[in-house]
């Protein structure tokens, strides 16, 4: 299409029309030729230049009056020594494009009001007439083009719309690309930073547990130890007897067989002395109980690590959560100060649907952050019971607190109150998911300095939990 066609329906728009086009002067007699017996009316070009004056009378430049008064504002006055003068200004565009001024002699100047009233109500009506006179001057070009073009013009107008219109649908499926695009990478990389936040948690699980079973091992190998030291000496000891049944076995009568066995016997005896055999009995079963004291410990741990991981992550199943919480505090229990009181106030509550690691990663998220509030020295508050048809946790404790500025952010993604590298952030919001997803509510309360508390609320399906695996509901952050 030729550049020209474009430039003609663009110029129709940003054409700017003159004041003598949009207000002529056989519009302006009609209007202005005397408003009243006292009262004379002129309209001025912005640089006061006269555009009309009643009755043809004083066409003057106005040019120096305006720049004697600047500042003069919209309908105000200015006085000479026999006059005054009133100004409205005739907007069109948001641009000055013309003053109207009605001039009165000073002994006419008995009401004002009356003036201001009268001008305004002119100025109102010539800015209507511009305003439709420029409709029409709009409407009578692109009508005339319209007319004057040729069916080539418009064909070729057409193709280039078709044209626009496929670069435009092909523009906007390539956003929608690029939209799925980054919305594919920022799950990505949420699901990554979730990931981090777990490997992170079993790291924590990891160093804790390792500490964990580090003391009843300790003691098992001192036991051990101790136990090989006692097992040498009785070997010692079970040798010796041996060689005194040896002896005892030999031809009766026979002087040295009688002082060997005389003499085996007093090594015994001092064996027995020295080792403090009734005390070794002793002591050995009292290293074997505290040492199957320490395995069973032992095991319990990593049957409580197994439990709280639980392999079959993809899979449904009932599950009390009072059970969720005890194996959780014992995931934490390198977190816990020995001055931090945990109360449990566990009610009759039943089983719930739902992935078993999951809700304990949500348990172990929000546990967490209460040792870490409470620090060093505190309460924590395990409570649970059913209402309704729902199973209610409610975990509080004396910590720190959060400030209400925070609470209704907390559980949105990467929001953290940590130190730089001390959190991803997705913690509480990973939480807040989990329990979404089972149809339930996370919600929660605080106060700074007197610290927080978080609920759960889920529904009891009462169903199968392989009917409900996938199944979620629509909920609210209460907070």
């Known amino acids: 299409m030729n550049p020209t066609d474009e430039r003609i329906d663009i110029d129709e728009f940003d054409r700017e029309y003159s004041l003598a086009e949009l207000f002529p002067l056989s519009r302006a007699r009609e209007l202005l030729t005397e408003i009243d017996g006292r009262t004379q009316a002129i309209i001025l070009h912005p640089d006061g230049r006269v555009h009309y004056g009643a009755n043809d009378t004083e066409m003057e430049d106005y040019a120096s009056f305006l720049q004697q008064h600047p500042s003069w504002p919209d309908a105000a006055w200015v006085d000479d020594r026999h006059r005054r003068h009133l100004r409205f200004d005739l907007i069109h565009q948001m641009e000055i494009i013309g003053i109207l001024i009605l001039i009165v002699p000073k002994e006419n100047m008995d009401s004002m009001d009356r003036l201001l009233h009268l001008g305004r109500f002119t100025a109102g009506f010539v800015n209507r007439m511009i305003d439709l006179n420029h409709r029409n001057h709009m409407t009578a070009g692109l009508h005339g083009q319209v007319v004057s073009e040729s069916y080539t013009q418009l064909r070729k107008k057409a193709d280039q719309l078709a044209r626009s219109e496929e670069r435009y649908r092909r523009l906007a499926e390539s956003l929608e690309v690029e939209v799925e695009k980054k919305t594919r990478e920022v799950r990505e990389t949420q699901m990554a930073l979730l990931q981090q936040e777990k490997m992170a948690a079993i790291g924590q699980l990891a160093a804790g547990m390792a500490h964990e079973i580090n003391n009843p091992m300790g003691f098992i190998i001192s ?5 090989r030291e006692s ?19 030999k031809p009766a009568g026979e002087a040295r067989a009688v002082s060997q066995i005389r003499e085996q016997m007093a090594s015994i005896d001092r064996l027995i002395h020295e080792m403090d055999l009734d005390f070794v009995i002793k002591d050995t079963q009292s290293l074997i109980e505290e040492s199957l004291d320490g395995a069973k410990r032992v095991k319990i741990i990593v049957e409580n690590l197994r439990d709280f991981t639980h392999p079959s992550v993809d899979t449904i199943e009932n599950v009390n959560l009072n059970d969720c919480l005890d194996i959780t505090l014992a995931m934490l229990s390198s977190h816990r100060s020995p001055d931090v009181t945990v109360l449990r106030h566990y009610g009759d509550i039943p089983e719930i649907a739902c992935h078993l690691r999951e809700i304990n990663q949500v348990l172990f998220n929000i546990l967490k952050n209460a040792f870490q509030a409470v620090g060093n020295q505190g309460e924590i508050v395990l409570d649970s019971k059913k209402e309704a048809d729902r199973v209610m946790i409610r975990i509080s404790d004396t910590g720190v607190g959060i400030p209400a500025s925070d609470l209704g952010t907390i559980f949105d993604p990467f929001f953290t109150t940590r130190e730089v590298g001390e959190g991803t952030g997705l913690g509480l919001f990973h939480a807040y998911n989990t329990i979404k997803a089972l149809g339930g509510t996370l919600t929660a309360e605080s106060q700074v300095g007197h610290g927080s508390a978080f609920t759960i609320r889920i529904p009891l399906t009462g169903s199968d939990p392989a009917e409900d695996d996938g199944k979620t509901s629509e909920t609210t952050k209460d907070i």
């Open 231 to 249: 097992t040498d000496e009785l070997s010692r000891l079970i040798v010796h007897y041996r060689n005194l049944t040896d002896l005892l076995e």
């Open 223 to 227: 036991n051990l130890n101790t136990l």
